[in-house]
Each structure stands twice: as C-alpha cells, then as structure tokens.
C-alpha cells in the first residue's frame, strides 16, 4: 500500500511504501526522488543499484538518489521505502541541523548501508507506525507533521550512518568538508573535474582537502572525481543507447578520444567493449 503526502501548490510529495517494486509507479511524482529504502524482512534482499548488486541484511537501510537506476531482481522480497522531493524537504536547507547530505543521498559513487542496531529496531519501528497514522488525517497541518518525522527519521540514521562509515577519529569539521566535497562533485563532476575548484570552493587548499581524505580513506580527492565521471559513463553505457560521442559530451569531455582514454584507464575496457561485455553477461 502507498501512502502520500502531495502539495499540488508547490509540487511537494512525501511517499511512504511497504512494497518498492509494486508501489513506486503509483507516486505522483517520479522525478528528482530521493529514496530511503529498509529491508523491514527477515532475510537479506538483494537488487541492483547502476548495474552493481547491492544486497540489504535484515534491518538494514540505504540512501538512493534519483541519479542511481535500479532493477529488481525476480521474487524480491518487498522493501520497505520513504519517497520525497526537494519541495517536500530541501537537504541543502537542514544541512545545519541534520548533517545528511554527503553522508545518506550524495557522493553517488559509494553507497553506505546503515545497520540498525538491536536497540534501535523498536524506536524505528514505532516512528514507521508514527508516519502511517499521520498519512490518515487530512488537516492543515498534515505536512507539518509529516515533515518533523521526516526529519526525525533521518537525524537517527544520519547519526547511526556517522558512527558506521566515518572513522571516531575524524573531527567533526574535517568530516563536514569530506562530505561537502561529496555533494559539490555530485553537482559539478560534469564541467569541474580538477581538485583546485572544490577546494577553492570550500575555502581549503588542495593539500589540505588531500589531508582530510587521508584520514578518512586511501582515495585521493582526485580519485573521487574520477569515479563519479566514471560510474555516470557506466549508467549512459548500461542504460541508454548513447553513443560515445553524446556521452562524452554528456560528461563535459572536449573530444570522444579523451572520453575513450579516461574510461579505458578507469576500468581496462574501452566503452565500447564495456557495453559489449555487459549485454553478453546479461544474455547469459
């Protein structure tokens, strides 16, 4: 079953489902959807998120933005899933408060799960219970409400995606440039594709930014803006009929030759041969 949540006024959509696969044509809105999806089951649920499979244990969730294409994989158990817009709850406008983006909805190229602990599973439970007694009334102050559990729900698992994924060690303003950095490459990766840009965006040096993401993990922030290039090359390879002349003007390369060069060195195919690679595994 689908419960909604639309503002026609300001095109606004909360969703809420039991079922993922089944229910998500019946949004109202399908575009520019950000998606936290819980396998609420007892057993893992595998599918697939930009041709990778990606499999959720039992109580455990995963941000997906409208950038990822998902498949279902046949007889998958039904996921649990909260839908909404940027007109419903705007990331960029409760950054400050709820630190999520670049940790639950951005940096494409990586995409944590966040277990959620014994201890936790009741509290999520009743705030699930919480958002299906809401969605019945039909009040002027439906969408607040809707939007204070929204935001409810995702300080909880922006904290427990923290404390799973980031390193204790990282102070708190060195974690909050790695993640700006991951949103900003999310928006820019296509005409910015030197460290000079972000950096200078966030008012830190190249070496410095270097710094941080050396605490954090052994990518370099280079490395980082090549697999976001990377894996929207692998999306127009995978999903659309794109040749490599589009695509290579689809990421911002001057000439197809450059675009062909950057994907052989990323994974050791041309494009070609990895769109031909892909639909014969596929056919097996």
């Known amino acids: 079953m689908v419960y909604q949540y639309h503002d026609e006024k300001i095109g606004a959509l909360l969703a809420m489902t039991d079922h993922l696969q089944q229910d998500q044509a019946h949004f109202a809105i399908q575009e520019k959807l950000l998606r936290l999806v819980w396998n609420r089951n007892s057993e893992p649920v595998s599918f697939w998120a930009d041709g ?6 039992p109580h455990e969730l995963v941000g997906l933005t409208y950038r990822h294409h998902i498949a279902w994989e046949q007889n998958c158990q039904p996921l649990t899933a909260f839908a909404f817009n940027r007109e419903f709850y705007c990331m960029q ?10 940790v639950l909805f951005f940096g494409a190229q990586h995409l944590p799960t966040v277990a959620l602990p014994t201890e936790e599973l009741q509290g999520y439970e009743l705030l699930y219970q919480m958002f299906r007694q809401e969605f019945k009334y039909q009040d002027k102050i439906q969408g607040e409400m809707l939007l204070a559990l ?6 909880k698992t922006t904290r427990l995606a923290k404390l799973q994924n980031f390193p204790a060690e990282i ?13 900003l490459v999310d928006v820019h990766y296509k005409e910015q594709k030197q460290v000079a840009f972000y950096a200078d965006a966030l008012h830190k040096s190249p070496k410095t930014l270097s710094n941080f993401f050396h605490l954090h993990s052994s990518k370099t922030p280079q490395q980082i803006i090549h697999e976001r290039i990377a894996l929207e090359a692998k999306r127009f390879l995978l999903f659309t009929d794109k040749s490599c002349k589009e695509i290579a003007y689809e990421l911002g390369f001057e000439e197809a030759n450059h675009f062909s060069k950057f994907f052989k060195k990323m994974f050791e195919k041309t494009p070609l041969e990895f769109r031909k690679h892909y639909k014969h595994t596929q056919q097996m």
């Not at 990778?52 to 244990?57: E, F, G, I, Q, V």
């Not at 102070?171 to 949103?183: M, Q, S």
């Open 52 to 57: 990778r499979r990606l499999t959720l244990a």
């Open 150 to 155: 929204t935001k409810r729900l995702i300080i």
């Open 93 to 102: 406008d409760h950054d400050n408060e709820v630190l999520c983006y670049g």
């Open 171 to 183: 102070e708190e303003e060195k974690l909050d440039i790695i993640r700006r950095f991951n949103f």
